[in-house]
């Protein structure tokens, strides 16, 4: 099945890396006031960069500072420290050339699927006509031009986060921010989703930052891979601990979830992630007999 | 289309601040003498000159304005009206709060319609001792009772007073929160007539001239228009005669129920409470002379029991307020 | 399984629904009915038919029922004729057909006086009023109530102070507003704008402070900035809870009526309740409160209608009268193209 020569991959990988880079991030870190006047450091430290046309995912545990991270990227956090850079120039605030899709559709309710792609466009300051002919085409890319007069409350999940692409998309970003976008949908939609949003990224000049906490996504999706730690005693923030290439090639199918480089990946990631896992005492909790239970549910 | 609303209620917006301003405009002499009168059978009588279109006919241009009795006062002290009908002791109580006004023309005495109504089982003053009384605190009613005490040998600290509109006497009654109230018709009857066994213990009839119900207009209106409102005070023997002549009592009846919308063969009622003043008596009243038989006595007697009640501190000359000469130049 | 009347948090039936509905009216309706012609159902007083050998009773006396039958034991005692009566209710309680009556021939009958305004002219009046007062305090207290939502700015510099003003009570300004605006319609459309405009500012506000932080966050991501983000997620955002906001808050309004119709010149519906109430004609006075609520009902009904229709994407279904906007509205558009 996926017997595409290493070569080739590694090809592949070391001909993305020579593209340029476009989003650095330097030294970035982000504390939290807390309400008693301490404060938590969700993240320290991260330094990593997206080339361009690159699929890179996020992953990491949560509680470890995804979201804060790309937040911070999105311009909708400030960084306590360090600087990102938009193609080497220092960055911030939010901007549509950082396009987001979020994890909770954040569609307009009151606009139909088409003024939603159209958003953007005219914020822009795209005529309504140009900006209307633009949206139709990105939402045709994402398979919904049946659904264009339809208001958001009548698609479903997964269709909601398609818009949220094309909207995002429209504004010809530099590059594409996406926080867990799959992760309310059932494991059906978000397979689909995830070979669609692949189709999208080949079909359009895109780069992606990705987050995810699950692995098969991370893997499947990403030319590379940040792992992000949780806090522990020796480190007390969320930190980057590793960049990992996938030796994947692609397009990606399905089969390749069982190959051998995949789950290689995979136990790699799970071995940098769950080393850390301590097992904890808890109290014991009570022991309740089932009949016990049973006898009050019949 | 969003646009195009906001524009519609822009539109509005200024509409509504125009309209305020040019409601605050003030009066001015071009415009018709203004006068706001309320619901008291001595007042209501002006309709009957309304709907015959006497005020025309005697050349005098007046806009009657019909208003609470209360709201009424506040748009004469406000200046927005030029005269308001008041009783006598209300017209100090607007002079002390700053309004001068002159008394030109006397309706006519209370003669029964100002009442304290008890509850059952209270037939006298002298049962009011240690009761709860409601009535509106300074005005008219409020000097009746007193009036009514003093004759009795009681003071004010013999009851409890409280505070209440003239217009919800009638419910406090009923409600049981009070042992009597003051009140004038229409309030008055309307409590005798829906609280059982209630009975009026003290009525305008047992101190006739206490009350005197009047035309006040404010002293520039009367210093800059003196010819207008001569003719306005021509037209009440007309009226006075009008009520009085059997052969159109009936007919005045009908004309003063239906400005307070109620049966002709119900506001009838109401009448022989209220004396009404022809120019005779009306110019015997306006002598000068102590007494409750002349507006002055009934005055002085007014601010004295304003100034003992703290209604008011300043020191007023109940004389001030009165301006006899165009009753006195009727035939 | 059958439906259950009492689930949490579940819509019943539509027949259930309508029942329930109409219940809600017959019911008071019923209770309203026993009290008043039930005779012993209430009904405190005795109204006097034949006061027999009683000096105290007259004929249409209304008496206490134990202080009649006190009177009457007296006047047997002394050996005269009983006194005849029967239960009655207060006048303050007329009985249904007597305001069914009144609500039917208030509209029939012409004005007695000259020049006086029919009962529908004064109603009418009315709603003028409450329309200037409210849209008044609507067209500026919307713009000042979603400035302060969406700027802490604002909000500090004016809510502590609309906070303030808005426990004063709207009435008390009367005598102000009738020095300021005269004593016709301007200061009764004051205190209306008085009694509403301070509410609607704080709910205002307080609505536009549930503006969904993730579209405000998504808009910006997209490159909406300062006040595209007020006019095109804020506002747009919270239109229905701000039209359901105005919708209760024009219920306050109609609260404010009653007394603002009483200062300056007596006008409109509560006059007209209140000279009733003056002459004890209760009947009347029922029938001017029962046409106020029916005013209130119908306009909060179609308002609510209307909403449905003017915010399709709430996905509510416009119901039949609904589809009849809807459908009108599509004529108008369809003409306007033509043209
Ligand atoms: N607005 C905030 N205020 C305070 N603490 C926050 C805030 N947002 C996140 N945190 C803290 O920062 C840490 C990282 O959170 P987050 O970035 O949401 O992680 P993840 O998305 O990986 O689950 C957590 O401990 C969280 O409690
Ligand atoms: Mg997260």
Known sequence: ?298 | MIRSSLRRLATVAIAVLGLGAAAAAPLTAADALKVAYSDWPGWVAFDIAIQKGWYKEAGVDVEFVWMEYVPSMEAFQAGKVDAVTVTNGDQLVMGAAGKSSKAILINDISFGNDMIVAKAGITSIKDLKGKKIGLELGFVEHLMLLKALEANGMTEADVTLVNVPTNDTPQTLASGGVDAIGAWQPNSGAALKSVPGSKAIYTSKDVPGLIYDVVAVSTESLGTRKAEWANFVAVWPKIVAFIQDPKTKDEAVKIMAARVNVPAAEYGLLLPGTKFFDTAMAKKAFMPTEGLDSVLGSSKVANAFNLANKVYEAKIDPAAFLDASLVQALP | MAERWFAVRRDLSPRRQTLLTVGAFVLPLLVWCVISYVPFVWHPLITVTNPGGSSFLAKDMMIDRGMFAAENAKVVAEGKPAAEGYRSNPVFLPPPHAVGRALYTAFLTPPVRKGEPWLHESLWHSLTIIFWGFTAAAIIGVPIGVLCGTFDFFAKLTEPFVDFIRYMPAPAFGALMVAVCGINDGPKIAIIFIGTFFQLVLVVANTTRQTDRALLEAAQTLGAKGRHLVLHVVLPGILPNLYNDLRILLGWAWTYLIVAELIGASSGISYFINQQGKYRNYDNVFAGIIMIGMIGLITDQVLAILGRVLFPWQGKPPGKLGKIILACVGLFRRKKVAV
């Not at chain 1, 430290?45 to 790309?70: A, D, N, Q, W």
């Not at chain 1, 306590?80 to 307009?108: E, H």
């Not at chain 1, 822009?124 to 919904?144: C, H, K, N, P």
Request: glycine share 8%.
């Open chain 1, 1 to 298: 099945m996926t017997d595409v020569p290493n070569e080739s991959i590694s090809s592949r990988l070391a001909k993305l890396k020579s593209q340029p880079v476009v989003l650095g991030i330097d030294n970035l870190g982000k504390t939290y006031p807390r309400p008693d006047g301490s404060t938590t450091t969700a993240l320290a430290k991260v330094s990593f960069s997206v080339h361009r046309r690159e699929f890179m995912t996020v992953i990491g545990p949560s509680g470890c500072g995804k979201s804060s991270l790309i937040r911070i990227l999105a311009g909708l956090e400030d960084a306590t420290s360090g600087q990102m850079l938009l193609d080497g120039k220092p960055d911030s605030g939010p901007c549509p050339d950082r396009g987001m899709v979020f994890q909770g559709y954040t569609l307009f309710p009151w606009l139909t699927v088409l003024k939603n792609v159209m958003f953007g466009l005219k914020m822009g300051g795209m005529g309504f006509d140009q900006a209307r002919s633009e949206a139709l085409q990105w939402i045709d890319l994402v398979g919904l031009t049946k659904f264009a007069d339809v208001y958001p409350h009548q698609l479903s999940g997964g269709m909601k986060q398609r818009v949220a692409i094309a909207r995002a998309l429209a504004n010809k970003p530099r590059i594409l921010l996406m926080d867990e976008p799959f992760g309310a949908l059932d494991a059906q939609t978000r397979a689909q989703m995830q070979a669609y949003l692949l189709q999208i990224w080949q079909n359009v000049n895109l780069t992606v930052l990705f987050i995810t906490h699950d692995l098969d996504e991370a893997i499947y999706l990403a030319d590379r891979i940040a792992v992000l730690g949780a806090p522990t005693p020796d480190i007390p923030h969320g930190h980057l601990q590793e960049i990992i290439d996938v030796p994947l090639a692609r397009p990606r199918t399905p089969e390749q979830f069982t190959s051998e480089p995949f789950l290689a990946t995979k136990r790699r990631i799970e071995g940098l992630i769950h080393k850390r896992v301590v097992p904890t005492m808890v109290e014991p909790l009570p022991m309740i007999k089932l009949t016990q239970v049973g006898d009050e549910v019949v």
